[in-house]
């Protein structure tokens, strides 16, 4: 691998006082890593920009996320805000010429996510899209398992998971998930990583079906003692086959099941696999994997080989795992020319996937997709 300078990361969204995402995971998973150097954060007051030069050790904070951009020291721009500036920022940074990780979704619609999908090409810079869950080390394992022929042919494979949020309650800084037009709901968020993951191990989707309900119509929000319409889905079923012929049944629901929160089964000719987890998002989940073939009647606990998480020895359990392993990977692409990493490109596609499910919940009708069509 040839040597490259440190990666010189600026995130947008990181704010000491109301720590988010970028707080939780990005930032330990970045200084965890001697291929990247935090430069620089903006937030969107100034006391919270000043609050995070003392917390998080950056020489620049801003409250103008233009001002990052433009920062020469940025090579990179993270963009962990709310969905509906997404589009706009990241807009910016490839117009800057800057490498840009977005936080998933990539847009509200699928419409803005295409013309950031085209930018991106026209400026041929790299790009990340936050689908961090293929790279859970329990995911790569079983995509591996299943490579080697552990369970023989792939036959059909079942999700069914909570979205934690989407409960009944809700406070003031995630109300805008219950609005479907902000673009962040159990369809886009969970489910998608959900999904994300289910094609990284399994290929992708030919057709899908799905239906998709507001069965919780309204959510206090408990912050102001008021109560709020709900017009994001809360619950959502998916069937369809995917192109090696298996069958894939998905479901997820708002909120936290007093029974499993998630449970993933892939069933196959010679044997199953089974993950595992009290967490609903796949992709920040502490997944058990269980397994059995051939004479066995039950499955057993698959041990994980510590050269799954031998790129990123120093990153923290938690929120920053995976994430450590997606920056992890990035910085190897860059050093070696490999596109291991998904990008925008790869969100476009499935921006294009959950327009199909939506189209078949509203219609009724079986959506058929393409296989990695152009932007």
């Known amino acids: 691998m040839k040597v490259m300078k440190r990666i010189g990361v600026g995130i947008i969204g990181a704010s000491p006082i109301n720590p988010g995402w970028a707080v939780l995971a990005h930032i330990p998973a970045i200084k965890s890593l001697s291929s990247y150097e935090l430069i620089a954060v903006s937030t969107n007051r100034r006391d919270s920009a000043d609050a995070a030069v003392k917390a998080f050790g950056v020489t620049a904070a801003f409250d103008n996320p233009l001002d990052l951009i433009s920062h020469s020291g940025v090579d990179l721009v993270v963009v962990a805000v709310k969905v509906p500036y997404h589009y706009e920022l990241a807009f910016a940074a490839l117009d800057a010429r ?70 009944p309650n809700t406070d003031r800084n995630h109300a805008y998930l219950y609005d479907s037009k902000n673009g962040a709901n159990t369809l886009t968020v969970p489910v998608m990583h959900a999904l994300d993951a289910l094609t990284f191990v399994l290929g992708d989707f030919s057709s899908v079906s799905a239906a998709l309900a507001v069965r919780r119509t309204k959510v206090h929000v408990v912050d102001e003692t008021k109560d709020i319409p709900v017009t994001a889905p809360d619950q959502v079923a998916i069937c369809g086959t995917l192109r090696c012929g298996a069958l894939a ?35 920040a989940a502490d997944f058990k994997l269980e397994g059995g073939r051939g004479d066995e009647s039950t499955v057993h606990e698959i041990e994980i080989p510590p050269e799954y998480t031998a790129m990123i020895p120093g990153v923290p359990k938690g929120p920053p795992s995976n994430v450590g392993q997606m920056y992890a990977q990035f910085a190897r692409d860059i050093c070696e020319g490999s596109t291991v990493t998904p990008g925008f490109a790869h969100a476009v596609l499935c921006h294009k996937l959950l327009a199909a499910i939506e189209t078949s919940s509203r219609t009724g009708v079986v959506q058929g997709l393409g296989s990695g069509e152009p932007l």
Request: charge should be positive; aromatic fraction near 8%.
């Open 98 to 167: 800057k490498m840009v990780f977005c936080e998933w979704p990539l847009c509200t619609n699928l419409a803005d996510a295409v013309r950031l999908g085209r930018r991106a090409e026209a400026v041929g810079v790299r790009t990340v899209i936050g689908l961090q869950a293929r790279f859970s080390p329990a995911i790569w394992r079983t995509r591996d398992l299943i490579a080697g022929g552990f369970i023989g042919e792939v036959l059909a494979t079942t999700v069914v998971g909570s979205g934690h949020a989407w409960g």
């Open 249 to 283: 049944s998905v479901f997820f629901r708002g909120g936290v099941s007093r029974g499993d929160n998630l449970r993933w089964e892939i069933n196959g000719s010679e044997g199953d696999l089974i993950l595992t987890s009290a967490n609903g998002n796949v992709q």
